[in-house]
């Protein structure tokens, strides 16, 4: 059965998203990569994981007031999303693929 074995990465909205990385960077001792994020990246069997932020006016993570995200590794994606749709969950038709890993979206309950 297909379960969640980590976090891939947290992304927030922030007013300004460059102000707050640098802060983080100051502050905490963390730097962005080059794609603006920070990551955090673990031994090879953990994964890595990465912090992010998005503008307030992000499309990114859907509709409404959505503030933030979370991608979860899981050992099995397609198990998992026949398991959330099964339960009635709205899972994002569309899905992305990289050489880093798969991706798809669904909205929780909340």
Do not use: C, H
Not at 25 to 38: C, F, R, W
Not at 46 to 74: I, K
Not at 80 to 104: K, M
Request: charged share 25%; proline share 5%.
């Amino acid at each position: 059965m297909g379960k969640v074995v980590g976090v891939g990465g947290v992304f927030l909205k922030a007013k300004d998203p460059n102000a707050l990385m640098r802060w983080y960077a100051e502050q905490l001792g963390v730097t962005s990569s080059d794609y603006g994020t920070i990551d955090f990246d673990g031994p090879e069997a953990m994964g890595r994981t990465v912090f992010a932020f998005f503008p307030e006016d992000s499309g990114y993570f859907g509709g409404g007031g959505q503030r933030a995200m979370v991608n979860f590794r899981v050992d099995a994606l397609d198990e998992v999303l026949a398991r959330l749709e099964a339960a009635g969950v709205w899972i994002d038709p569309n899905r992305e693929s990289y050489d880093y890993g798969r991706f798809a979206w669904f909205r929780d309950p909340e």
